[in-house]
């Protein structure tokens, strides 16, 4: 249930309750050697949850939640988050390493990307609030980002 209250919802408790309880997910997970495999397990006004699994190798492109704010819980297997860094005249990417357990909360500008440099499937969920209606790609180019891509939802997702 959310309550509207002009205080920012607690998507990280979501995401670690949805997290924890697996055996309530309308569906198991799924791995897909094409492409990362996802599934909406709740949408209600002012947030959504989304369950992702990730094989070795997979990963999203350097993105943005078209201003939403959000937080993930990796379930199982392990992820690097790739954060942008420096001013712009020497963004880099810099990663850090979360196992089975850890857990992120992010703001509404926030910008990232997500791999699994490991050798071993990843499942983790997602939430986000507001719902996601665009995320915009991104490409480093010459120590600057350039959008590469707005996506929709409906329409790329």
Known sequence: MIV???VRADHLSTARR????????????RFDPERRWYH?????????????????????DLHDHGGSAGAFVV????????????????TRLTGR???????????????????NEGGEP???VHVYGPELTTMTRYRLQGGRLRVAAVDRAGAQW
């Open 4 to 6: 509207h209250t002009g």
């Open 18 to 29: 949805l997290a924890a309880d697996p055996g309530a997910w309308p569906v198991a997970p």
């Open 40 to 60: 909406r397990l709740l949408g209600e006004p002012g947030v959504e949850a989304w369950l992702l699994t990730w094989l070795p190798g997979q990963q999203t």
């Open 75 to 90: 379930v199982s297997g392990t992820l690097t988050e790739r954060t942008v860094t420096g001013p712009d005249g020497a």
């Open 97 to 115: 390493v979360l196992p089975a357990g850890a857990a992120r909360q992010f703001g509404e500008h926030h910008l990232h990307q997500i791999v």
């Open 122 to 124: 990843a499942v983790s």
